[in-house]
C-alpha cells in the first residue's frame, strides 16, 4: 500500500452516531484537509450530521461513496459490523483503509474473517475507550476523544501502513493510542467497562422490581444517582456487547459475584476487619484510578507547562516551626503495622506522595489502614503471612525507599508481584539489592539497565547469608533484614561505614528481636511482629532547609521543634556545626524509641572546609542544601566520597553545579563530589531542580543570599517529601509563590 500521510484524505464514516459523529466533527476541528462523508441508515441522522457541521456532504450511494474514500470508519452496533462488511466485500477496497469502533475486537475480527475468508491487510480493529450516557449525532463531540485512550489491535497480518494511518486520526482527534492483543482488549473491557455498565442496568432493574419503586426513587440518594447514570446508554448497543462478548463478559459477571459473596459474609458475621479491608482497597483503587486519569490530561499539558518556583531575597526568619515527620520512618511504619499481629496506630505520619504511596500499596494487599487524618493512621495489622496477591503492578511512584525495601519483603511472599514507579523512580540502580536478595534465593528480575519494574516470583524459600555492602546503605540492610524475617536461619549485614538504623529500633519496637554490633546487624527468621503505637518525629532532612535557611539569613531566630536526632541521621548538624554555624539541640527525649530534640537556630557566618568521609553516608539527602550554605561560606568547600548522589532523584552532584554556576558560584563537579568556592552574595535567575524534590527546595533556600529572584523549574515533586513547604517557609519569613509558566 501506498497510503503514508495523515491528511488531505477523504474519509467515510459509516454509523453516524455518537462515535461516529464526534470522530468526524474532531478530524473537522484538527485544521487538516480532511474530506468527511457520512452514511446511515437513517437519512434524517445524515442531514443533521451534515447541518451540524460533521461532515462535508452525506451519501445517498453507499457505494460512491466507497469508492471516494481513503479510510471507512465502521461505528455501528455489533451486530450490524458483519452485513456492513458483506456490503463492502463487493466493491474494489484497494488502497483504502478499513477500521471500526466497535468494543468487541473478537467479535469484529470473526465477522472479518466470515466475509472475507483471509482477513486483508487493510483492516485495523479499533476501539475509542470514549463516551457518554448520551448518543446519537446530537450527542456528538469534537473534543470526546480528547486524552482518552484508543486501542488498536493489530493482527499478524496487518499492514504497518494501515495501521499508522489509522494512529494519526486518531491522534487528531487528541486521543492517545495503544496496542492490546484482540483477546486481551476483550478481556479487560469486559471488566472495565462491560461490567459497570450490566452492573447499573441491573441495580436500576432491581428497584423497578420492587413493588415501592416510585418512593424509592423518589428519596434515591446521589450514591444511586452517579452508580446508574450509564444505565441511560444505549440498549441496543450492549444488548450486542452482551452477545459479542459472551465469554469474557460471563466471566467477568462470575468474578463480581464472588467479590458481592465474600462482602455479603462479612457483613452476615459482622466482620469488622474484613468490611474495613474490602473497603479500604477499593478506595485506595479508586484513588489511584483517579490520579492515574488526571495524570493522563496532566501529561497531555507537560510539553507546555511546568510548575516552577519563585523565591525571592528576604530576611529574617523567626517563629517556631513543626516540619513534617520522617519519610523514613513514615514508610517503615507502615511496612511493619501491616505484617504485625494487631492494631498499630500511628501519630505524625508524613502525608506526602512517597510515603501514601507505601501506604496505598498495602491497602492494595488487603491490609486495612484507616486515615491518614492529620498525620494519624491507624493499620490493622494481618500478621506476617497475610497479605494478598494485588490484583494489578504496585505503583510507588517517586519512592526509592518503598521500592527497595518492599522487594525484601515481596521476595518472601507466595504469590507474584511486580513493583513499579515513575519515570525518575525507573531509572534508578535495583542491582544493589537484587544481588543479595538473588543470594538469599529470591527470583527477582529487572530490565536490561538493572532498573525497575521489579518482576518477583512468589513462593522462593529464602536462606539467611551473610553480606558486607560495598557501601553504607540504609536501603541495603533495611530489605536484606526484613527480608531476613522470613529466611530460614539467620541474616548479617556488614556496612564499611555508618548506615541509618530506623529499621533496627522499629524492628526491636515491634518486639522482633534484633542484635546489633559496631561491625554489622542480625536478624533470625521466623519471629512475629506485635503492633504496637508509633509517634513519628519530624523529618530531619525536611528541617534541613530549614536550618541552612535560617544560618544564612541575617538576623534569623528560628526554633524547629520534635525534631528526629537519631544519631545516624544528624550529619547535616555536625557539617554546618564544623562550618560554623549556630545550633542548639535542647530537650532531648526518646519518644518510641527514636531520640527527638528541639533545634534553635541563629543566623551565622560560615567557613569552608573539606566535609569528613565518615559524615558522608548520615546526611547523604541534605547535601544539596548543604551545597547552598557552602556557596555562601567563606573558602572553599570539599566533599568526595558522595558517588551515591549521582543515583538518586537526579544526578544530584551535576544538577547542584549547574544551578549554582547560574547564580554566580564556583561549584567544580568530581565523580564522587563537588568543590565549591564560597561567596557573599548569589545572583537571580532560572535553574532547573531536574524534577529533583530536594534540589527544588535547595534553590528556594539559596533565593535568601539572591541579589533577584530565582526562577526554579520543575517543582511538582516536592510533595513526595514536603507537601506543606511553601506554606511553612512563608510562616518563617521566606518568599516563595508557585507558578505554572508556559514553556512553548
Same mark, same amino acid.
Given at each position: 500500500?501506498?497510503?503514508?500521510?495523515?491528511?488531505?484524505?477523504?474519509?467515510?464514516?459509516?454509523?453516524?452516531?455518537?462515535?461516529?459523529?464526534?470522530?468526524?466533527?474532531?478530524?473537522?476541528?484538527?485544521?487538516?484537509?480532511?474530506? $468527511?462523508?457520512?452514511? @446511515?441508515?437513517?437519512? #434524517? *441522522? =445524515?442531514?443533521? %450530521?451534515? !447541518?451540524?457541521?460533521?461532515?462535508?456532504?452525506? &451519501?445517498?450511494?453507499?457505494?460512491?461513496?466507497?469508492?471516494?474514500?481513503?479510510?471507512?470508519?465502521?461505528?455501528?452496533?455489533?451486530?450490524?459490523?458483519?452485513?456492513?462488511?458483506?456490503? $463492502?466485500?463487493?466493491? @474494489?477496497?484497494?488502497? #483504502? *483503509? =478499513?477500521?471500526? %469502533?466497535? !468494543?468487541?475486537?473478537?467479535?469484529?475480527?470473526? &465477522?472479518?474473517?466470515?466475509?472475507?475468508?483471509?482477513?486483508?491487510?487493510?483492516?485495523?480493529?479499533?476501539?475509542?475507550?470514549?463516551?457518554?450516557?448520551?448518543?446519537?449525532?446530537?450527542?456528538?463531540?469534537?473534543?470526546?476523544?480528547?486524552?482518552?485512550?484508543?486501542?488498536?489491535?493489530?493482527?499478524?497480518?496487518?499492514?504497518?501502513?494501515?495501521?499508522?494511518?489509522?494512529?494519526?486520526?486518531?491522534?487528531?482527534?487528541?486521543?492517545?493510542?495503544?496496542?492490546?492483543?484482540?483477546?486481551?482488549?476483550?478481556?479487560?473491557?469486559?471488566?472495565?467497562?462491560?461490567?459497570?455498565?450490566?452492573?447499573?442496568?441491573?441495580?436500576?432493574?432491581?428497584?423497578?422490581?420492587?413493588?415501592?419503586?416510585?418512593?424509592?426513587?423518589?428519596?434515591?440518594?446521589?450514591?444511586?444517582?452517579?452508580?446508574?447514570?450509564?444505565?441511560?446508554?444505549?440498549?441496543?448497543?450492549?444488548?450486542?456487547?452482551?452477545?459479542?462478548?459472551?465469554?469474557?463478559?460471563?466471566?467477568?459477571?462470575?468474578?463480581?459475584?464472588?467479590?458481592?459473596?465474600?462482602?455479603?459474609?462479612?457483613?452476615?458475621?459482622?466482620?469488622?476487619?474484613?468490611?474495613?479491608?474490602?473497603?479500604?482497597?477499593?478506595?485506595?483503587?479508586?484513588?489511584?484510578?483517579?490520579?492515574?486519569?488526571?495524570?493522563?490530561?496532566?501529561?497531555?499539558?507537560?510539553?507546555?507547562?511546568?510548575?516552577?518556583?519563585?523565591?525571592?531575597?528576604?530576611?529574617?526568619?523567626?517563629?517556631?516551626?513543626?516540619?513534617?515527620?520522617?519519610?523514613?520512618?513514615?514508610?517503615?511504619?507502615?511496612?511493619?503495622?501491616?505484617?504485625?499481629?494487631?492494631?498499630?496506630?500511628?501519630?505524625?505520619?508524613?502525608?506526602?506522595?512517597?510515603?501514601?504511596?507505601?501506604?496505598?500499596?498495602?491497602?492494595?494487599?488487603?491490609?486495612?489502614?484507616?486515615?491518614?487524618?492529620?498525620?494519624?493512621?491507624?493499620?490493622?495489622?494481618?500478621?506476617?503471612?497475610?497479605?494478598?496477591?494485588?490484583?494489578?503492578?504496585?505503583?510507588?511512584?517517586?519512592?526509592?525507599?518503598?521500592?527497595?525495601?518492599?522487594?525484601?519483603?515481596?521476595?518472601?511472599?507466595?504469590?507474584?508481584?511486580?513493583?513499579?514507579?515513575?519515570?525518575?523512580?525507573?531509572?534508578?540502580?535495583?542491582?544493589?539489592?537484587?544481588?543479595?536478595?538473588?543470594?538469599?534465593?529470591?527470583?527477582?528480575?529487572?530490565?536490561?539497565?538493572?532498573?525497575?519494574?521489579?518482576?518477583?516470583?512468589?513462593?522462593?524459600?529464602?536462606?539467611?547469608?551473610?553480606?558486607?555492602?560495598?557501601?553504607?546503605?540504609?536501603?541495603?540492610?533495611?530489605?536484606?533484614?526484613?527480608?531476613?524475617?522470613?529466611?530460614?536461619?539467620?541474616?548479617?549485614?556488614?556496612?564499611?561505614?555508618?548506615?541509618?538504623?530506623?529499621?533496627?529500633?522499629?524492628?526491636?519496637?515491634?518486639?522482633?528481636?534484633?542484635?546489633?554490633?559496631?561491625?554489622?546487624?542480625?536478624?533470625?527468621?521466623?519471629?512475629?511482629?506485635?503492633?504496637?503505637?508509633?509517634?513519628?518525629?519530624?523529618?530531619?532532612?525536611?528541617?534541613?532547609?530549614?536550618?541552612?535557611?535560617?544560618?544564612?539569613?541575617?538576623?534569623?531566630?528560628?526554633?524547629?521543634?520534635?525534631?528526629?536526632?537519631?544519631?545516624?541521621?544528624?550529619?547535616?548538624?555536625?557539617?554546618?556545626?564544623?562550618?560554623?554555624?549556630?545550633?542548639?539541640?535542647?530537650?532531648?527525649?526518646?519518644?518510641?524509641?527514636?531520640?527527638?530534640?528541639?533545634?534553635?537556630?541563629?543566623?551565622?557566618?560560615?567557613?569552608?572546609?573539606?566535609?569528613?568521609?565518615?559524615?558522608?553516608?548520615?546526611?547523604?539527602?541534605?547535601?544539596?542544601?548543604?551545597?547552598?550554605?557552602?556557596?555562601?561560606?567563606?573558602?572553599?568547600?570539599?566533599?568526595?566520597?558522595?558517588?551515591?548522589?549521582?543515583?538518586?532523584?537526579?544526578?544530584?552532584?551535576?544538577?547542584?553545579?549547574?544551578?549554582?554556576?547560574?547564580?554566580?558560584?564556583?561549584?567544580?563537579?568530581?565523580?564522587?563530589?563537588?568543590?565549591?568556592?564560597?561567596?557573599?552574595?548569589?545572583?537571580?535567575?532560572?535553574?532547573?531542580?531536574?524534577?529533583?524534590?530536594?534540589?527544588?527546595?535547595?534553590?528556594?533556600?539559596?533565593?535568601?543570599?539572591?541579589?533577584?529572584?530565582?526562577?526554579?523549574?520543575?517543582?511538582?515533586?516536592?510533595?513526595?517529601?514536603?507537601?506543606?513547604?511553601?506554606?511553612?517557609?512563608?510562616?518563617?519569613?521566606?518568599?516563595?509563590?508557585?507558578?505554572?509558566?508556559?514553556?512553548?
Amino acid at each position: 500500500m501506498t497510503i503514508n500521510k495523515c491528511s488531505n484524505h477523504t474519509i467515510l464514516v459509516i454509523g453516524l452516531g455518537l462515535i461516529g459523529g464526534s470522530f468526524a466533527k474532531a478530524l473537522k476541528a484538527s485544521g487538516e484537509d480532511y474530506t $468527511l462523508i457520512g452514511y @446511515d441508515q437513517h437519512a #434524517k *441522522v =445524515i442531514d443533521e %450530521a451534515a !447541518s451540524s457541521g460533521a461532515i462535508d456532504y452525506g &451519501a445517498d450511494s453507499l457505494e460512491q461513496a466507497v469508492a471516494a474514500a481513503q479510510v471507512i470508519l465502521l461505528s455501528v452496533p455489533m451486530l450490524g459490523m458483519k452485513p456492513v462488511l458483506e456490503l $463492502l466485500a463487493q466493491w @474494489d477496497l484497494t488502497e #483504502k *483503509v =478499513i477500521t471500526d %469502533a466497535g !468494543s468487541c475486537k473478537s467479535s469484529f475480527v470473526n &465477522a472479518a474473517q466470515q466475509v472475507f475468508g483471509n482477513i486483508p491487510a487493510n483492516i485495523v480493529p479499533g476501539h475509542p475507550l470514549a463516551g457518554s450516557e448520551r448518543s446519537g449525532i446530537k450527542a456528538a463531540n469534537a473534543s470526546l476523544f480528547v486524552a482518552h485512550n484508543v486501542l488498536l489491535t493489530p493482527l499478524p497480518v496487518t499492514s504497518k501502513a494501515a495501521l499508522i494511518k489509522v494512529k494519526c486520526l486518531w491522534e487528531q482527534c487528541g486521543a492517545k493510542v495503544s496496542y492490546l492483543s484482540v483477546d486481551y482488549h476483550d478481556k479487560v473491557l469486559a471488566l472495565t467497562s462491560h461490567l459497570p455498565h450490566f452492573i447499573a442496568f441491573s441495580l436500576v432493574n432491581t428497584l423497578v422490581n420492587n413493588t415501592n419503586n416510585q418512593t424509592i426513587f423518589h428519596y434515591a440518594a446521589g450514591g444511586f444517582r452517579d452508580t446508574t447514570r450509564i444505565a441511560e446508554s444505549n440498549p441496543t448497543m450492549w444488548h450486542d456487547i452482551a452477545l459479542e462478548n459472551k465469554t469474557a463478559v460471563l466471566h467477568g459477571l462470575d468474578q463480581f459475584l464472588q467479590t458481592l459473596g465474600v462482602l455479603r459474609q462479612a457483613i452476615e458475621q459482622d466482620d469488622s476487619q474484613q468490611l474495613l479491608a474490602l473497603f479500604e482497597r477499593a478506595q485506595c483503587a479508586r484513588a489511584q484510578f483517579s490520579t492515574l486519569s488526571a495524570r493522563r490530561e496532566y501529561m497531555k499539558r507537560s510539553h507546555n507547562h511546568l510548575q516552577t518556583f519563585l523565591a525571592k531575597p528576604s530576611h529574617p526568619l523567626m517563629g517556631t516551626v513543626r516540619v513534617p515527620g520522617d519519610k523514613s520512618i513514615s514508610h517503615r511504619a507502615i511496612m511493619l503495622g501491616a505484617l504485625a499481629e494487631g492494631t498499630t496506630v500511628i501519630e505524625g505520619f508524613l502525608e506526602g506522595e512517597d510515603a501514601l504511596a507505601t501506604l496505598q500499596a498495602f491497602k492494595k494487599m488487603g491490609v486495612a489502614i484507616e486515615g491518614p487524618d492529620h498525620g494519624k493512621v491507624i493499620i490493622h495489622g494481618v500478621g506476617m503471612n497475610g497479605l494478598k496477591k494485588p490484583a494489578e503492578p504496585l505503583y510507588l511512584g517517586n519512592a526509592g525507599t518503598a521500592m527497595r525495601l518492599m522487594a525484601g519483603l515481596m521476595a518472601a511472599q507466595s504469590f507474584d508481584t511486580t513493583l513499579t514507579g515513575d519515570e525518575s523512580l525507573s531509572s534508578r540502580p535495583m542491582n544493589r539489592i537484587i544481588e543479595p536478595l538473588t543470594a538469599m534465593g529470591a527470583a527477582i528480575s529487572t530490565n536490561e539497565q538493572g532498573t525497575s519494574p521489579l518482576q518477583i516470583k512468589g513462593g522462593a524459600t529464602l536462606t539467611g547469608c551473610h553480606y558486607t555492602m560495598p557501601i553504607a546503605s540504609a536501603q541495603v540492610q533495611s530489605c536484606l533484614l526484613l527480608a531476613g524475617m522470613y529466611a530460614e536461619g539467620t541474616t548479617t549485614v556488614s556496612s564499611p561505614g555508618i548506615v541509618r538504623d530506623h529499621t533496627f529500633r522499629m524492628l526491636s519496637g515491634f518486639g522482633y528481636p534484633v542484635r546489633m554490633t559496631p561491625d554489622n546487624v542480625e536478624i533470625t527468621g521466623g519471629g512475629t511482629l506485635i503492633g504496637t503505637s508509633i509517634d513519628i518525629p519530624a523529618d530531619i532532612s525536611s528541617a534541613a532547609f530549614f536550618i541552612v535557611a535560617a544560618t544564612i539569613a541575617e538576623r534569623s531566630d528560628l526554633q524547629l521543634s520534635h525534631v528526629g536526632v537519631n544519631p545516624t541521621r544528624t550529619g547535616v548538624i555536625d557539617i554546618l556545626r564544623l562550618m560554623g554555624a549556630n545550633i542548639t539541640v535542647t530537650n532531648e527525649r526518646l519518644i518510641g524509641g527514636e531520640p527527638v530534640a528541639d533545634i534553635r537556630v541563629k543566623s551565622a557566618l560560615l567557613k569552608g572546609i573539606e566535609i569528613p568521609h565518615e559524615l558522608v553516608p548520615i546526611a547523604i539527602d541534605e547535601f544539596p542544601v548543604l551545597f547552598v550554605a557552602a556557596a555562601l561560606a567563606s573558602g572553599e568547600t570539599v566533599l568526595t566520597g558522595a558517588k551515591e548522589l549521582r543515583v538518586k532523584e537526579s544526578d544530584r552532584i551535576q544538577s547542584m553545579a549547574d544551578g549554582l554556576q547560574v547564580l554566580g558560584v564556583d561549584a567544580r563537579p568530581l565523580p564522587d563530589g563537588i568543590i565549591i568556592e564560597g561567596t557573599t552574595q548569589l545572583t537571580g535567575g532560572t535553574v532547573d531542580s531536574y524534577g529533583d524534590h530536594r534540589i527544588a527546595m535547595a534553590f528556594a533556600v539559596a533565593a535568601l543570599k539572591a541579589t533577584s529572584t530565582i526562577h526554579i523549574l520543575d517543582c511538582a515533586n516536592v510533595a513526595t517529601s514536603f507537601p506543606n513547604f511553601i506554606r511553612l517557609a512563608e510562616s518563617i519569613g521566606m518568599t516563595i509563590s508557585l507558578l505554572r509558566k508556559s514553556v512553548e
